[in-house]
């Protein structure tokens, strides 16, 4: 199904629980590193009423086109930016963001990504191999593909995808290229995933399309470097707040997050601190926020979504 851009919709996960975790208010200034088609910046706009400002990011200019339009209604307290979140600091000093009261990360792919065929996102709908969030960014999935030699796109699929069959993907992959669609490469993963493992569970090309993507687009170095640019814009009292929707993501969140949380790490018997290391954060939960009941009925999306929050401390 081609996306009208007028119809970019795009359902915001755990929209209560950002709300609740950043915590807006009028005069707050806030950064929303993945705007997307607007749907939590409209939240955060409308809980920070009527001074509250937000900077919305991101590298998909359809995404801008959509988040222009929804967050038309709040004027100049809307500033929208092409920009990769990995230079955050330098896109938000940019827009005159110095400081932020909250800083928003809601990362991977949005559901017009996925609907519009065209961008190849999707294995539902052939499309050239493309998966650039950027469409002027560097590599496209056709260049890994046809690109990289076996033992690196099975590394490739067992890192970024965790699928069980990488070796065999790659295998087939590499004596059939070149291929030049999505619908190419469903069939070379079908035909390389034995019969009885691709009966049960999830679509066979899930892992691959997902690793691609991630490739494709940097995701995880991405926001290993946004994160730590967050915490930086964020002034002490603001809060950072992450979804992800997988492990390999959660992962970095919550390792980044415990960094930054940690204090002194002199060796225990040590009698008085030498490091002199204190915490840049606190973290507002142990654990990650998950969907409740009602919006999992509603939203599937949410089923894997990790929302996790950091609040900054004062310098002591
Ligand atoms: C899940 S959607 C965000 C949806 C948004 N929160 C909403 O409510 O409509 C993720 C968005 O982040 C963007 N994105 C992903 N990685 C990015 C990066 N490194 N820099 C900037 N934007 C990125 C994607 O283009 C996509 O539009």
């Known amino acids: 199904m081609k996306q009208d851009k007028e119809s970019f919709h795009h359902l915001p996960v755990l929209l209560d629980e950002v709300l609740e975790g950043l915590r807006p208010f009028t005069g707050g200034r806030y950064v929303d590193c993945t705007v997307g088609g607007g749907g939590h910046s409209r939240a955060v706009l409308q809980a920070s009423e009527p001074a509250g400002r937000l900077l919305g ?3 998909d200019p359809a995404a801008l086109e959509a988040a222009g339009k929804a967050l038309a209604p709040f004027g100049s307290r809307v500033t929208l930016k092409k920009a990769n979140f990995r230079r955050l600091l330098e896109a938000a000093r940019e827009a005159g963001f110095d400081q932020a009261d909250g800083v928003l990360f809601d990362i991977g792919v949005s559901s017009p990504q996925l609907d519009e065929g065209e961008r190849g996102f999707s294995f539902h709908q052939d499309a050239p191999l493309d998966m650039r969030m950027d469409p002027e960014g560097p590599v496209t999935a056709r260049d890994l593909v046809n690109g990289l030699e076996a033992a690196a796109l099975t590394r ?15 295998d087939f992959i590499v004596r059939n290229r070149p291929l030049d669609t999505t619908g190419q490469l469903v069939e070379v993963i079908k035909a390389a995933i034995p019969a009885a493992a691709r009966r ?45 929707f997988h492990s390999l993501e959660d992962r970095i969140v919550k390792q980044a997050m415990q960094e930054w949380a940690r204090g002194c790490i002199c060796p225990p018997d040590l009698p008085v601190c030498v490091c002199g290391r204190k915490p840049r954060a606190r973290l507002v939960s142990r654990k990650p926020v998950t969907a409740g009941e009602e919006e999992l009925s509603r939203n599937p999306r949410s089923r894997s979504a990790k929302l996790r929050l950091a609040e900054k401390l004062a310098p002591e």
Do not use: K, M, S
């Open 156 to 170: 490739l699929l067992r890192d970024y995808g965790e699928e069980r069959w990488a070796t065999r993907i790659a």
């Open 200 to 244: 049960t569970g999830p679509h066979p090309a899930r892992r691959t399309f997902q690793a691609l993507r991630i490739a494709v687009n940097d995701e995880l170095g991405a926001l290993e470097e946004g994160l730590g640019q967050a915490l930086d814009l964020v002034r002490p009292g603001g809060r950072v707040a992450v979804i992800t």
């Open 57 to 59: 990011l991101d590298q």
